[in-house]
């Protein structure tokens, strides 16, 4: 097949990952992107001298192509380093994920509910009546049950947290699979009892200078090789007459362009770019697409004196609230490198919500007042201490996926898998929430097959 020309809709972490292997490969690839800066989530941003990230935080993978893809990538500016992790669950800190021996930490009436409620599910499931899942529970729910989903949710929510090692009790890092049947789960759990202790660190490959800089050394690359990187784009129709991709046509810098394509990624949100689909796709799928919800996100930085106890300084989870996710957790840990302005510390408090939730519309103050109680609960600061405030939001940055929109989702994807030349990619092409490591990963195959296709 002849490929002489790319695009790729989005200059994310995914898009620019993948227009740089492209290119790189000798096939003329152009990104288009709305926004007028490079990164996607991957945006880092200084606050009094703390470094603060607006997507991903901490990048964690065990293949050690990808590691080494990104340790190239970023030379002398990534940074190897173990964390260890905690979660604020039911008045007290407790191992996470969970080990065997760190169940024994939770308290004997949850974990009495837990068991029970995986011994219903078990037995529903195999006994082969399911019963229908409420609309509001998403996530593992229907599966583990309450108390097991909100410690076992997908990676997205685990709490990695750097704990001075000196306030930490020995404990053990076991990843969880979940056991197929009761003699599994009472085999792993002897297993677990009577296996060596391993240090319960996870190894991450964070950028030294924020996730911002790898979108920053990607662009420098693409450039390098001859790619073209156009921001501030508006995107207007994607034509694809007779299931194929054909062109793009954007606005850009005052006037309409139409650029002919031999092969699309998108990265956009796939809601966006089923609404610029020409032919216009069968209405029953773009009702899907128009109910397809996405997440926000509210930060609040708090501003502390030094004098915070340092044995607060945790990633902290609060299950027990009312949202659907809500941590807190120190910035100065996300960017180890960066020197400390003295005396201070910052805790950024971090809520995902749906994107009409009323909370988007509150000033910082009110946004402190919502936290306190669980702060304080948790011994992470008390009220007298703050010092300075800073909200920032990201609007629409997750997919919000629910258990009631995979069939719907399944529709989508299906009539865009029959489009030749064109492929979805990244955390909103697939509507998916992933990790930084899944999408580099999605991108450097997407990458590897279309070079292989055009030669
Ligand atoms: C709050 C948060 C925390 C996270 N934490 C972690 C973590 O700790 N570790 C980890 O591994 N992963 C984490 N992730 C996941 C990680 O951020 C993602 O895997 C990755 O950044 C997604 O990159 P992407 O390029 O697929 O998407 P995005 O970064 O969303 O990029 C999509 C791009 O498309 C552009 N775009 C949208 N509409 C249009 C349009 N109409 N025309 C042109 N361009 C458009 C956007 O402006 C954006 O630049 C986190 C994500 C979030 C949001």
Request: charged content about 20%; hydrophobic content about 35%; aromatic content about 8%.
């Amino acid at each position: 097949m002849g490929i002489s020309r790319v695009a790729v809709l989005g200059a994310g972490l995914s898009g620019l990952m993948l227009t740089w292997k492209l290119q790189e490969a000798g096939i003329e690839t152009i990104v288009l992107e709305a926004q007028s800066e490079v990164g996607g989530v991957g945006k880092t941003m200084v606050w009094n001298g703390f470094r603060l990230e607006a997507g991903p935080h901490h990048f964690h993978t065990r293949e050690q192509p990808l590691a080494q893809e990104l340790k190239q990538l970023m030379g002398g500016e990534s940074l190897i380093q173990t964390r260890q992790n905690r979660i604020w669950f039911q008045n007290r800190w407790i191992a996470y994920p969970l080990s065997t021996r760190s169940l024994l930490e939770i308290p004997p009436t949850t974990l009495i509910q837990a068991v029970g409620e995986l011994a219903l599910l078990w037995s529903q499931h195999r006994l082969g009546f399911n019963l229908p899942t409420p609309p509001t529970q998403p996530g593992l729910l229907p599966k583990y049950g309450k108390v097991l989903d909100q410690l076992l949710m997908n990676e997205y929510r685990q709490k990695i947290q750097q704990v001075p090692a000196s306030s930490l009790r020995p404990t053990w890092y076991t990843s969880i699979s979940p056991a197929s049947s009761p003699l599994q789960a009472a085999q792993q759990l002897l297993q677990g009892l009577f296996r060596p202790p391993k240090a319960r660190t996870l190894t991450f490959h964070d950028p030294s200078q924020g996730f911002g800089s790898i979108a920053k050394k990607l662009e420098q690359r693409i450039l390098a090789a001859g790619g073209q990187i156009q921001t501030n784009i508006q995107l207007r129709k994607i034509h694809a007459p007779d299931d194929e991709i054909q062109a793009i046509e954007y606005h850009y810098d005052n006037q309409e362009h139409w650029l002919p394509i031999d092969y699309l990624f998108s990265t956009i949100p796939l809601t966006t770019l089923f609404f610029r689909w020409n032919p216009i796709p069968p209405h029953s799928l773009l009702e899907h697409s128009y109910r397809l919800r996405h997440c926000s996100l509210v930060y609040l930085n708090i501003l502390l004196p030094q004098a915070t106890e340092t044995d607060n300084m945790w990633w902290g989870y609060f299950p027990e609230t009312h949202y659907s996710f809500y941590r807190a957790s120190p910035a100065q840990l996300h960017s180890p490198s960066h020197s400390l302005p003295q005396q201070q510390s910052c805790l950024t408090v971090e809520w995902m919500l749906p994107t009409d939730h009323p909370l988007h519309d509150a000033s910082a103050q009110q946004l402190l007042e919502e936290a306190l109680p669980g702060l304080e609960e948790a011994k992470l600061l008390r009220k007298e201490d703050v010092k300075d405030l800073w909200v920032h939001k990201e609007s629409r940055a997750l997919p919000l996926e629910h258990p009631t929109q995979q069939s719907q989702l399944r529709e989508i994807s299906s009539y865009l898998t029959k489009i030749r030349r064109f492929r979805a990619v990244g955390q909103q092409g697939k509507f998916h929430l992933s990790p930084l490591a899944e999408n580099l990963r999605n991108s450097l195959q997407a990458a590897r097959s279309i070079i292989k296709e055009s030669n």
